[in-house]
């Protein structure tokens, strides 16, 4: 549970920090990795939490 949590408070920080950058970024190639990095973490912070809410409902 412990390691569950430090890894929703890493991807938490990962994407504050990719959504901060967004507006600096001017080269498309790099903000459209930027994009795709920050869909995929927002995904692992919702599979994250249900796997958090599983875990406390057990």
């Known amino acids: 549970m412990m390691e569950i949590h430090e890894l929703l408070n890493f991807k938490t920080i990962c994407t504050a920090k990719a ?20 869909q995929q973490s927002m995904q692992a912070l919702n599979n994250l939490q249900a796997l958090l809410t599983r875990a406390h409902a057990q």
């Not at 970024?25 to 990795?33: F, I, P």
């Open 19 to 38: 959504k901060a950058m967004d507006g600096l970024v001017t080269d498309r190639e790099l903000k459209q990795l930027m994009q795709l990095d920050l």
